[in-house]
């Protein structure tokens, strides 16, 4: 016997679009089957053209009967089409600030990589492995004759990882790839700082910049970094008797909230009237600091007229602030919650250049023996 399939109403012919009731399947049965063989035989084929039948019959009637594993796989389908890259960029525009820069250059990254095109189909182990090999060896976007920092690549695959965390949260990946694919591992980089003994010759020392000199001083005094020195009004330092000036500021890096004691010192540096809320509140405590070449030429030569000849950047101001702390034996937990970090991890840094100069002061005293 031939099995075919019998619709009632009609359906349009495939080939002439004339009506039709009748569909063969090319599959054949014995009608009265004698031998074991011939008996599973039909009973195998029967199988299958039931099969063909509910998959007909789905069809016709849209999704609203598929079976339940069937409109999985179709969601599957669908979202294995979607275009990562477009999806990438999707969350690059939902980050803030410094964060969504590091995001767009990873996109660009990625874009170069995979030609524009990577659907979350193709997405996998072999592939994650393959792009993490190309940051460690392409040359960096801002300059074909260097190879990308090793840190910066660090920073670039961690931004793809969370991309793919957030996708099996939004279920459109099935599996959990990003805790299938390690990080890049981070190289140990120079933390520079200036010693007691230099930041007092600083201040002693003339700057043509007092803005910058007194913005530097205050990120040594404090941990701050130029962005928050920046941003800060006065509307966010307040003064609380018997217990000192606070700051209550939002990170710009990490936009996490924080309240930072502020030594009388330090405040000093501001030149603001005794009570922070005399003050404009809106106007920034720091007004007209800028970064840039010209205004950095004013601290490397206020460095050197110092005597201090020691790579040091602005930023190098707060690994003072966190290596001195350290020095005179602030708590490590507590030296993290003032520079606001939000991982231990990145404070042992510090701790590490502390050890490494206590190692150092120790073989300094050597006797005849």
């Not at 000199?213 to 018997?242: C, P, V, Y």
């Not at 000036?245 to 890096?253: A, D, E, G, I, R």
């Not at 601290?299 to 001195?324: E, P």
């Amino acid at each position: 016997m031939s099995l075919y399939l019998d619709f009632y109403p009609p359906i349009p012919h495939p080939e002439t679009g004339e009506p039709t009731r009748r569909e063969f399947l090319g599959l054949y049965v014995s009608e009265t089957p004698k031998s074991a063989m011939d008996k599973a035989h039909k009973k195998d084929t029967l199988a299958i053209g039931e099969s063909i039948r509910q998959k007909r019959e789905n069809f016709l009637n849209k999704p609203e009967i598929y079976s339940q594993y069937e409109a999985a796989q179709l969601k599957i389908k669908e979202a294995g089409d979607r275009s990562f890259i477009e999806y990438f960029a999707e969350l690059t525009k939902k980050r803030k600030a410094n964060n969504r820069a590091n995001w767009r250059s990873a996109l660009k990254y990625l874009i170069d990589f995979t030609d524009g095109e990577l659907k979350f189909a193709d997405l996998n182990q072999r592939l994650l492995e393959e792009f993490k090999e190309y940051l460690l060896t392409t040359k960096s976007l801002k300059s074909d004759k260097t190879t990308l920092a090793q840190n910066s690549a660090v920073s670039y695959f961690n931004k793809v990882k969370a991309a793919l965390k957030q996708a099996y949260k939004d279920d459109i990946l099935q599996h959990d790839l990003n805790a299938k694919v390690a990080p890049i591992k981070s190289a140990e980089t120079r933390r520079e700082f200036l010693t007691i003994q230099e930041l007092n010759r600083l201040v002693a020392t003339p700057c043509n910049n007092d803005l910058m000199k007194r913005a530097a001083l205050f990120s040594a005094l404090t941990g701050l970094r130029f962005s928050d020195i920046q941003k800060m009004t006065w509307g966010e330092l307040e003064h609380i008797n018997d217990e000192g000036y606070f700051l209550n500021y939002s990170q710009k890096k990490t936009s996490g909230v924080e309240v930072l004691p502020i030594s009388d010192q330090a405040y000093g540096l501001t030149k603001g009237s005794t009570d922070p809320t005399d003050m404009p509140s809106k106007e920034a405590v720091f007004n007209g600091l800028k970064y840039s070449a010209y205004h950095n030429k004013h601290l490397y030569q206020w460095l050197g007229a110092a005597g201090i000849t020691k790579d040091i950047t602005f930023h190098c101001f707060r690994h003072t602030f966190a290596t001195l702390q350290l020095f005179n034996g602030t708590n490590i937990y507590t030296v993290s919650k003032m520079l606001g970090h939000k991982d231990l991890k990145t404070t042992q840094v510090y701790a590490k250049i502390v050890d490494s100069a206590k190692r150092a002061a120790a073989e300094k005293i050597k006797l005849d023996m």
